[in-house]
C-alpha cells in the first residue's frame, strides 16, 4: 500500500525557535494534503488543507503567520511552526490521499506524526 | 453539537470478549465512514471504510452503518491484547474534503 512518511518523529526546541515538519508521499503524487494536530487524549483536530501549487486553507482558530504550510511538489508538504511556544506542544500528522486506492478520491493515508515538545 | 460523538472510554474488557465501539454524526451530509486503529504515539491506521447502510465484515471486525439513526459502530470478535489501541471513527462528505473525526475510544483488552 500506500505510504506517507513524517519527519521528524520527535522535536525538542526551545521557546521562540522555529521547526519544520516534513510529510511525503513515497509512491503516489498528492494534489492535497491534510495537516492534524492531536493534544494528549483527544482526537485529531484539522488544523489545515495543503493544496499544491497554492495557498493552504485553514481551519478556524488556526493561525496562518504562526503555522506555515508549504505544497511546493506533488509529494512534499512541509508545516514550519514558527516562534513556538509551550503550548504548541503536540503531536502532528499529515494526511494523504492516493487516488489509486480506493474509491471516491482515493483511500486517506496518515504519516506516523511528529511529536514537537516546546521548552 | 458536535460532528461526531464518540464515548472516549476507557473501555477495559477480557481477552476473548466481544467489543462494541459506537459513534453517532450530525450531518446526514457525510457519506464515508471509517475506523481507524491508532497505538501510542503512532499515526492512525485504516480498519474498515464503509458507504453504505449496513455491515461490512473483515475478519474479526464488523463495521455498521445506518445512516437512518446516523449511528455507526465497529465490532471486535475474540478480541486480543494485541487490540488494545484507541480506535477513532471518521466521517467525510466527498471528493477531496478531510475527514472529521471523533475523539477516540481507548481499548484495553487484559489477557
Known amino acids: 500500500g500506500a505510504v506517507v512518511s513524517q519527519h521528524p518523529s520527535w522535536v525538542i526546541c526551545k521557546s521562540g525557535t522555529s521547526v519544520k515538519i516534513e510529510c511525503r508521499s513515497l509512491d503516489f503524487q498528492a494534489t492535497t494534503m491534510f495537516w492534524y494536530r492531536q493534544f494528549p487524549k483527544q482526537s485529531l483536530m484539522l488544523m489545515a488543507t495543503s493544496n499544491e501549487g497554492s495557498k493552504a486553507t485553514y481551519e478556524q482558530g488556526v493561525e496562518k503567520d504562526k503555522f506555515l504550510i508549504n505544497h511546493a511538489s506533488l509529494t512534499l508538504s512541509t508545516l514550519t511552526v514558527t516562534s513556538a511556544h509551550p503550548e504548541d506542544s503536540s503531536f502532528y500528522i499529515c494526511?494523504?490521499?492516493?487516488?489509486?486506492?480506493?474509491?471516491?478520491?482515493?483511500?486517506?493515508?496518515f504519516g506516523e506524526g511528529s511529536r514537537l515538545t516546546v521548552l | 453539537q458536535k460532528e461526531v460523538e464518540q464515548d472516549p472510554g476507557p473501555l477495559s474488557v477480557p481477552e476473548g470478549a466481544i467489543v462494541s465501539l459506537n459513534c453517532t454524526y450530525s450531518n446526514s451530509a457525510f457519506q464515508y465512514f471509517m475506523w481507524y486503529r491508532q497505538y501510542s504515539r503512532k499515526g492512525p491506521e485504516l480498519l474498515m471504510y464503509t458507504y453504505s447502510s449496513g455491515n461490512k465484515e473483515d475478519g474479526r471486525f464488523t463495521a455498521q452503518v445506518d445512516k437512518s439513526s446516523k449511528y455507526i459502530s465497529l465490532f471486535i470478535r475474540d478480541s486480543q491484547p494485541s487490540d488494545s489501541a484507541t480506535y477513532l471513527c471518521?466521517?467525510?462528505?466527498?471528493?477531496?474534503?478531510?475527514?472529521?473525526f471523533g475523539k477516540g475510544t481507548r481499548l484495553s483488552v487484559i489477557a
Open positions: 471518521a466521517v467525510l462528505r466527498s471528493g477531496n474534503t478531510p475527514l472529521v
Open positions: 494526511s494523504a490521499r492516493d487516488p489509486g486506492q480506493g474509491t471516491n478520491g482515493g483511500e486517506l493515508f
